[in-house]
């Protein structure tokens, strides 16, 4: 018989479908208006909108009770309250810079979390036509095919993602630069294979859950950039840490992930970190 989460799951998912249909739909269209929210490098389109209203309003028809943290909707004023309510954490696009640019690493996330646990996960790139989902204890999978994670244990093995961080000039003040480029510097010294830099940390993410990439840290990032990917890592086996070391708490603005704990506890170590408020 099928469970609530299973009509949950089923839901999420073929609406995620359907907001891929239209995100790739202007993805195809030529450039439109882009506006800035808190920052010159924070954008926002007409397609982030859309796509949050058509998730938000196709999930509280399905499911009056839940709550919803969606990033255009706290960008909007709406204050984030995470309470034990099953609510859904939503990123119509992750990426948007790309998107923006047409560079085709975007997708749409959308998390579940009940009593404050995270429960399922949808990161979908509507351009590659790459599906990952997740449901606690269920494992992992791509396009229906389980996925795991590398079992690289070195840096000097590794591949890495991670970012400057241009927006955290804004919170951290000009200071970051310095902090982001040594840390760099410091991976480049330990030997590590390579750096990159993909624009959407829940592409970065589901690159370390499928075993392409072995480690990802960011700073200054939203709950909304990580609750889905956040699934779909652990449940490929992969390690989800709060960059000093500390359990990951998706509301802390800042995620490490890697392949195995190893691995984590290496380039945690390594970092000259960041602090932030926590949100919600
Ligand atoms: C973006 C991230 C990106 C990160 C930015 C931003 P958005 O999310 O996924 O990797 O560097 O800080 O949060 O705004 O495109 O949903």
């Not at 998912?13 to 739909?25: H, N």
């Not at 609510?87 to 998390?111: A, E």
């Not at 804004?170 to 990159?196: M, Y």
Request: some cysteine; aromatic content about 8%; overall charge negative.
């Amino acid at each position: 018989m099928a469970s609530e989460e299973d009509k949950y799951f089923e839901v999420a998912l073929g609406l995620v479908k359907s907001a891929g249909r239209m995100v790739r739909d202007a993805f195809d269209r030529p450039f439109s208006e882009v506006q800035t929210k808190a920052s010159n490098t924070d954008l926002v389109t007409e397609t982030d909108q859309n796509v949050e209203i058509l998730l938000t309003r196709g999930l509280s028809d399905a499911f009056p009770d839940h709550q919803f943290i969606g990033e255009e909707s706290a960008a909007a004023g709406k204050k984030i309250e995470f309470t034990d309510a099953p609510t859904w954490i939503i990123d119509p696009i992750d990426g948007t810079t790309n998107f923006v640019h047409r560079i085709p690493m975007i997708c749409i996330c959308v998390g579940l979390a009940v009593k404050k646990e995270l429960r399922m996960g949808i990161v979908y790139n509507p351009i590659t036509n790459e599906l990952y989902t997740a449901r606690t204890g269920q494992g992992a999978f791509k396009n229906g095919f389980r996925i795991y994670v590398s079992k690289t244990e070195e840096l000097s093995k590794s591949v890495i993602a991670s970012t400057l961080g241009i927006h955290n000039i804004v919170s951290q003040g000009p200071s970051w630069l310095d902090k982001s480029l040594s840390n760099a510097r410091r991976q480049v010294e330990a030997g590590v294979r390579g750096i990159r830099s993909f624009g959407s940390a829940a592409i970065n993410m589901v690159c370390v859950a499928q075993g392409s990439l072995d480690a990802y840290v960011e700073y200054g990032l939203h709950c909304w950039d990580v609750a889905a990917a956040a699934v779909i890592l652990k449940e490929a086996g992969g390690v989800v840490i709060d960059p000093t070391g500390g359990e990951f708490n998706m509301m802390s603005r800042k995620v490490l992930c890697a392949s195995t704990k190893e691995l984590a506890t290496q380039l945690s170590g390594m970092l000259t970190h960041a602090n932030y408020e926590p949100e919600g």
